[in-house]
């Protein structure tokens, strides 16, 4: 029996999506659940699973082609799994003679794949040490294996140590953006253009939330299995704030303000393809240790090209942590259709003057960009003196103060 294989149905907010990588050409046996393509979309890689087992009969459409929402992208025939095995038992047989398998390095550098890595470089037999790693600590990703695979050529592999420029020359790559990066520069350009957007500063002394930490971090994570960081403590500052000040959890549609009865915080995450925001849903209700392990899982399932469309989806307030980096001070830019982002930088210590004596404070400068169409410079000042008077006194947010 033949079955449709279907893009999987989208959100209102994602239109299409491209054909990154077919793990499967016709004639191949395939099990039920098996990755056959991958899906790019704005926002997140989507995987297309098998319905059933059988062979791929028919492929519809190309790798870099643009599909629509429940368009057909393949015919599987069900059943039928049985001869395509039994063809490839052979090649054992036909493989003896060849020489031992992979170098040592390639079997180190396969240990640090992820899981949908290690799938991508299996299935289209790819020697991971020959694909230049653009991830953390010069990792390679999966985006990282779909980009060789595109290019099909050596010019995704590290140049070899003899292949140096030569003095006075000025070498040049030009490399295609992808399809996340071109929406996210799209996205920020409709914000500067649609968004009357201000920003407002102000700077917190965490000596406070930096002394809880350290007297009571070491019990938090023997009890919740987890650290205690600082984000959780501005994520529910947030959200105390936010109640008080409404209109900063509100946003713009036509010439209607949506005020927001719940506090959905997106938390900015940087990942290999760009900057993404998985929301923390009803953020108000959630603990100090609620909050530290849903970060935690985002943080890693965008690393490992695991966050779904779910995950993005909504958001009523954006925190970013440009600190994470090392930054002292910036301007955060507006993720419509939100009217506020909260910026975060580096804790610096800092001379600050307590009671007439001038003493070292750990400090950091935060940072409000808001919508100026709907949020007054009062409502974006007093929201920011909201947050620093809590993270300066912290048992403030105990008593939703």
Same mark, same amino acid.
């Given at each position: %029996?033949?079955? &449709?294989?279907?893009?999987?149905?989208? $959100?209102?907010?994602?239109?299409?999506?491209?054909?990154?990588?077919?793990?499967?050409? #016709?004639?191949?046996?395939?099990?039920?659940?098996?990755?056959?393509?991958?899906?790019?979309?704005?926002?997140?890689?989507?995987e297309v699973p098998a319905p059933a087992d059988g062979v791929l009969k028919e492929i519809k459409f190309d790798t870099g082609a643009t599909v629509t929402s429940q368009q057909v992208l393949a015919i599987l025939e069900e059943g039928a799994v049985a001869a395509a095995p039994a063809a490839k038992a052979e090649a054992p047989k036909a493989e003896a003679a060849k020489p031992a398998a992979a170098p040592a390095p390639a079997a180190s550098k396969s240990?640090?794949?992820? #899981?949908?890595?290690?799938?991508?470089?299996?299935?289209? +037999?790819?020697?991971?040490?020959?694909?230049?790693?653009?991830?953390?600590?010069?990792?390679?990703?999966?985006?990282?294996?779909?980009?060789?695979?595109?290019?099909?050529?050596?010019? =995704?592999? #590290?140049? $070899?140590?003899? !292949?140096? #420029?030569? $003095? /006075?020359? @000025? $070498? &040049?790559? @030009?490399?295609? %953006?992808?399809? %996340?990066?071109?929406?996210?520069?799209?996205?920020?350009?409709?914000s500067k253009n649609s968004i009357a957007m201000l920003t407002s500063f102000n700077e917190i002394n965490l000596a406070k939330v930096a002394a809880m930490r350290k007297e009571l971090g070491e019990q938090f994570e023997k009890a919740n299995g987890i650290k205690l960081g600082?984000?959780?403590?501005?994520?529910?500052?947030?959200c105390e704030a936010l109640k008080r000040h409404p209109i900063v959890n509100s946003s713009v549609d036509g010439n209607d303000i949506i005020y927001h009865g719940y506090q959905d915080i997106s938390v900015a995450v940087s990942t290999d393809k760009g900057l993404?925001?998985?929301?923390? @849903?009803? !953020?108000?209700?959630?603990?100090?240790?609620?909050? &530290? +392990? =849903?970060?935690?899982?985002?943080? +890693?399932?965008?690393? &490992? /090209?695991?966050?779904?469309?779910?995950?993005?989806?909504?958001?009523?307030?954006?925190?970013?942590?440009?600190?994470?980096?090392?930054?002292?001070?910036?301007?955060p830019i507006v993720n419509p259709p939100q009217s506020a982002i909260l910026g975060m930088h580096t804790i610096k210590e800092r001379a600050v003057v307590e009671n007439g004596q001038v003493v070292a404070a750990p400090m950091m400068y935060v940072a409000i960009s808001y919508d100026h169409r709907i949020i007054d410079g009062k409502d974006a000042v007093l929201f920011l003196v909201d947050i620093k008077n809590q993270l300066e006194n912290p048992q403030r947010m105990l008593l939703g103060m």
């Open positions: %029996m033949s079955i &449709e294989v279907k893009v999987p149905v989208l $959100p209102e907010s994602v239109s299409d999506a491209t054909i990154a990588t077919w793990h499967k050409k #016709p004639g191949d046996a395939v099990r039920r659940d098996e990755n056959l393509v991958d899906l790019e979309t704005d926002k997140v890689v989507l240990a640090d794949l992820s #899981p949908a890595g290690q799938r991508v470089a299996t299935e289209n +037999k790819i020697d991971p040490s020959q694909v230049a790693g653009t991830g953390r600590d010069n990792r390679v990703t999966k985006e990282d294996l779909v980009n060789f695979m595109r290019s099909g050529s050596p010019a =995704a592999t #590290p140049a $070899p140590a003899a !292949a140096k #420029p030569t $003095p /006075g020359s @000025r $070498p &040049e790559e @030009r490399v295609a %953006m992808t399809r %996340m990066r071109s929406k996210i520069a799209e996205r920020l350009m409709q600082f984000m959780s403590f501005f994520v529910k500052a947030a993404v925001t998985p929301v923390l @849903r009803d !953020a108000q209700n959630m603990s100090f240790a609620d909050i &530290e +392990k =849903a970060i935690a899982n985002y943080a +890693k399932k965008a690393r &490992e /090209g695991g966050l779904t469309l779910d995950d993005l989806q909504g958001g009523t307030f954006t925190i970013t942590n440009g600190g994470t980096f090392g930054s002292l001070f910036s301007t």
